[in-house]
């Protein structure tokens, strides 16, 4: 057996896994080479039957704990301690029945179909401002729904006949499959392909619904967007979806909301980011500025010698949480200082003095710097005057 390939390698897992995540395994890797769905490929049915094997081993605790012990020696003829004496696929008949059931249809075991049946879930959209997402809105969605058609109450049939039990099925809305397999005779239950799984035939369909059962018609469905919403998250109205069958609920109505950007503001969570120009006059002398928040105007005392760039925190000021709009996250403001282009001769003479100035005090500050320094120098030094 020395040509056999790993059986952990065979199904994609490591030695660690769980059963749910083996049986996942599985799933993908037999699904992908089933002999249904590669007809004449005799390389993908030798790999089928590999991860089968490799399944029925490693889904045993038993023959897990021998596979790990002495690997696939544990299968041969008197091969290491307590082997197999070969591999057996006499058990997997309801290894089988039970991860191809829900993969293709069915298994060895009868599920009944025709039972209530909830409706399918409707998807739509709906688009609102940056400020709505922030505060919540109402809005109304115009949509084509299925109800129970008033003529034949849902039956499908015109009035006075009432729909037939489906020969095909008897009734059951599924019908068995008995075949060949690679493990001997497998049953594969499907859905009865006369009655669509309803074991009912509608031999005289109903004018009305042409023997759906259902009619559309456009509704008016009011959605409630709650504060804090964002781009991308989605609105469940419970049962405003398809009707359901044999007597199930509707479905939901799934609607995601799609929200308009903003010239100013950024969001990330619940958080908002945006900047403030401010004058050269208010960063340097300080004092009030108005700030622009989602809430409105907010006044900001800054102080003197705010540089630009200067980043402020402003508590609460940002969007209301889920869970409670009372509940917000912050508002952080970049402050940018804006230097004037265009200057009137009275204000550049202004400018002037004050650059005169602080030049003057910056070069007094230096020459009293250099002298000290200079006399210091030469006296730790010991530098003689020429």
Same mark, same amino acid.
């Given at each position: ?17 769980? $059963? ?40 045993? @605790? ?84 299925? $109800? ?45 392909? $006369? ?56 479905? $939901? ?43 409105? @105007? ?5 102080? @003197? ?14 969007? @209301? ?66």
């Amino acid at each position: 057996m020395a040509d056999k390939r790993d059986y952990y390698e065979v199904l994609g897992v490591t030695k660690g896994v769980t $059963d749910a995540e083996l049986k996942k395994a599985y799933r993908k890797v037999a699904k992908k080479y089933h002999p249904d769905t590669n007809p004449g490929d005799a390389e993908a049915e030798e790999k089928f039957k590999e991860a089968a094997e490799a399944y029925a081993v490693l889904s045993d @605790p038993e023959k897990r704990s021998k596979y790990d012990q002495f690997g696939h020696a544990a299968f041969e003829q008197g091969g290491g301690p307590g082997g197999f004496g070969g591999f057996d696929f006499a058990d997997m008949g309801d290894i089988f029945g039970d991860i191809f059931g829900d993969m293709f249809g069915g298994g060895s075991r009868h599920r009944q179909s025709n039972g209530p049946i909830k409706g399918a879930n409707i998807k739509t959209t709906v688009r609102v401002s940056f400020e709505e997402a922030v505060f919540g809105t109402q809005e109304e969605l115009e949509l084509p729904l299925k $109800d129970e058609c008033d003529v034949c109450k849902g039956s499908g049939s015109q009035p006075g006949h009432q729909p037939e039990t489906c020969s095909k099925c008897a009734g059951k809305g599924q019908v068995v499959f008995t075949q060949q397999s690679l493990f001997g005779m497998a049953r594969t239950v499907q859905t009865c392909p $006369d009655c669509g799984g309803s074991g009912k035939i509608v031999k005289y369909k109903c004018s009305n619904c042409a023997g759906t059962g259902f009619v559309k018609s456009k509704k008016k469905i009011q959605v409630a967007v709650p504060a804090g919403i964002d781009n991308g998250q989605s609105i469940r109205i419970r049962e405003k979806g398809e009707p359901g069958t044999n007597g199930g609920g509707r479905g $939901d109505l799934l609607v995601t909301v799609l929200v308009d950007r903003h010239p100013t503001f950024q969001r990330q969570e619940y958080d908002l980011y945006s900047s403030e120009p401010i004058s050269f006059t208010q960063a340097a002398l300080g004092g009030k500025v108005t700030i622009t928040t989602i809430d409105g @105007p907010y006044e900001l005392d800054i102080k @003197p010698g705010t540089q630009t760039d200067t980043k402020v925190k402003l508590k609460g000021k940002g969007v @209301p949480t889920l869970r409670n709009k009372t509940v917000r996250g912050d508002h952080y403001v970049t402050l940018v200082v804006q230097v004037p282009d265009k200057l009137t001769e009275e204000q550049k003479s202004i400018l002037n003095q004050y650059a005169n100035t602080t030049t003057v005090n910056a070069r007094s500050s230096t020459d009293s710097a250099g002298k000290f320094s200079f006399g210091d120098h030469k006296k730790k030094k010991g530098f003689k005057k020429l």
